[in-house]
C-alpha cells in the first residue's frame, strides 16, 4: 500500500513539473512572441509579432527589387496586423497615383492634431515613412512628401504650414486627406485626391495601416 501511495505521489508530482513547464514555456513564448503569412494581393507577407511592450507590434519582413540592389531587406513595425483591418474598404487602386506621383502632400484639419491627441500626426507618418524620404535614410519609395493643412486658420498660419485641398491635386501633385468621418475607409474625393478617413473616436493609425499595407501590395 505504501509502495503505490510513493508511486501516487512521483506521479502527481512529475505531472505538476510536466504542467509547470507548459505554463512557463507558453507565458515565455507569448511574451516572445510569433511569426505568420499573410496571403496578400502581390504574395505572401510574412510578419513577426512583438510582445515585449505589452502591445502586440506586427512587424513586417518586407524585401524588394530596385535598380541598385537585387533584393533589399526592411523591418517594419505595424500596430496593427492585416487582419485586423480587413473590414476597412478601400476604394480603386490608389496606390498607382500615389507610387507615380512627383509629391505626395498629407492634408488635414489642423485642430484634429490636439482632438486626436497627436494620434492623427502618428497615423500619417505610419504612411509617410513608407513611401516618403524624410524619415528613413533608406526609404521603400523614395517620393518626396510633405504635411499641409485644409484650411487657412490661426494654427495653420502658426505651423507655416501649405493651404492645400482636393481641387489642387493632379497627377504630379497627390494629396491624401486624413479626415474625422463617420466610418474608416480609402475613397477618392478626386481622381489624385486620397481621402483617408477615420472614424471620429477611433484610432486614426487603423486606417493609415490600412492605406499603407495597400501601397505595399499587401491589401
Not at 513586417?60 to 527589387?65: I, S
Not at 505610419?126 to 524620404?133: A, H, K, L, S
Request: proline share 4%; charged share 25%; with cysteine.
Amino acid at each position: 500500500m505504501k509502495e503505490k501511495q510513493e508511486k501516487s505521489i512521483v506521479i502527481f508530482l512529475i505531472a505538476l513539473i510536466f504542467i509547470f513547464s507548459f505554463i512557463v514555456g507558453y507565458v515565455f513564448y507569448s511574451r516572445r512572441g510569433y511569426e505568420y503569412e499573410y496571403e496578400g494581393i502581390t504574395g505572401k507577407f510574412l510578419f513577426s509579432v512583438d510582445k515585449h511592450t505589452g502591445d502586440e507590434i506586427h512587424i513586417l519582413k518586407f524585401y524588394t527589387k530596385t535598380r541598385f540592389k537585387p533584393s533589399q531587406g526592411y523591418k517594419v513595425p505595424f500596430n496593427y496586423g492585416p487582419e485586423e483591418l480587413e473590414i476597412i474598404p478601400v476604394e480603386g487602386e490608389p496606390r498607382k497615383e500615389i507610387l507615380d506621383a512627383k509629391k505626395v502632400y498629407f492634408t488635414r484639419d489642423v485642430y484634429l492634431d490636439q482632438k486626436t491627441n497627436e494620434e492623427i500626426i502618428v497615423a500619417i507618418f505610419t504612411v509617410d515613412r513608407i513611401i516618403g524620404q524624410n524619415l528613413l535614410s533608406n526609404p521603400i519609395y523614395n517620393i518626396s512628401t510633405s504635411f499641409a493643412a485644409i484650411e487657412n486658420n490661426t494654427l495653420a498660419t502658426e505651423l507655416q504650414l501649405p493651404i492645400l485641398a482636393c481641387d489642387q491635386a493632379n497627377k504630379a501633385r497627390v494629396i491624401i486627406w486624413f479626415k474625422e468621418g463617420d466610418e474608416n475607409k480609402v475613397y477618392y474625393e478626386n481622381e489624385y485626391c486620397i481621402v483617408a478617413q477615420f472614424k471620429e473616436g477611433d484610432d486614426p493609425k487603423k486606417v493609415a495601416t490600412r492605406l499603407t499595407y495597400h501601397i505595399l501590395g499587401i491589401m
